[in-house]
Every structure is written in C-alpha cells, then in structure tokens.
C-alpha cells in the first residue's frame, strides 16, 4: 500500500530555513509526480509545489516562488522541499501528495510554525 512519511517540520524564526522530506513507498516512486500542499488554520489545503517524474518540471504557488524549491531523490524514492526565507504565513501542517492509479494519498502531515 502507499504509504508518505513526511518529516522536517519544527519551528522557527522568521529569515530562517527549513527543509521537509517524503519518504515514499508502495509504489514506483520514479514514475509520478509529487506535490507539496500546506493547510493554516481555518484555511483549505493549498498547493504549493509539484515535481514531475523526472525532476524536469516545477510548478510553485505564486506565494513561494524564490523562496521554496522542490526536489527529489528517485533512488532514495524521497521528495523534499527546501524553505528559505520563511515567513509567519508559511506556518502551516505541510503535506505530501502523490496520486496512484487515479487515487490522492497523503502523508500524515508536518507542522512548521514561523514565530518569533
């Protein structure tokens, strides 16, 4: 069965730097597509980067661009998405996605808090 594994998530200052993981399996990690979304409280879900199978294309939401990066891993079947520059709006649950056979799996999850 698929399973996400996300990890990283912790708390820090504003200017600071976090990196999150997603540990994959249960599947062919290399043929899909991966994405980053992050819940706030109160909000819905938003996306906020995807990667495509090969690394060769990204996509991010306009409120991460120049700060977030996303990259993978296909021989450690892992995707991580660097944060720099953070911001007390990025605080958030962060999740990873990764649709197989045409079904949404999620990870459980990370918080990243940005506070001073």
């Known amino acids: 069965q698929v399973q996400l594994v996300e990890s990283g998530g912790g708390l820090v200052q504003p200017g600071g730097s976090l990196r999150l993981s997603c540990a994959a399996s249960?599947?062919?990690?290399?043929?899909?597509?991966m994405s980053w979304y992050r819940q706030a409280p109160g909000k819905e879900r938003e996306l906020v980067a995807s990667?495509?199978?090969?690394?060769?294309?990204?996509t991010y939401a306009d409120s991460v661009k120049g700060r977030f990066t996303i990259s993978r891993d296909n021989a450690k079947n892992t995707v991580y998405l660097q944060m720099n520059s953070l911001k007390p709006e990025d605080t958030a649950v962060y999740y990873c996605?990764?649709?197989?056979?045409?079904?949404?799996?999620w990870g459980q999850g990370t918080q990243v808090t940005v506070s001073s």
């Open positions: 249960g599947f062919t990690f290399s043929n899909y597509a």
């Open positions: 996605k990764a649709i197989w056979r045409r079904t949404p799996h």
């Open positions: 990667i495509s199978s090969a690394s060769s294309s990204t």
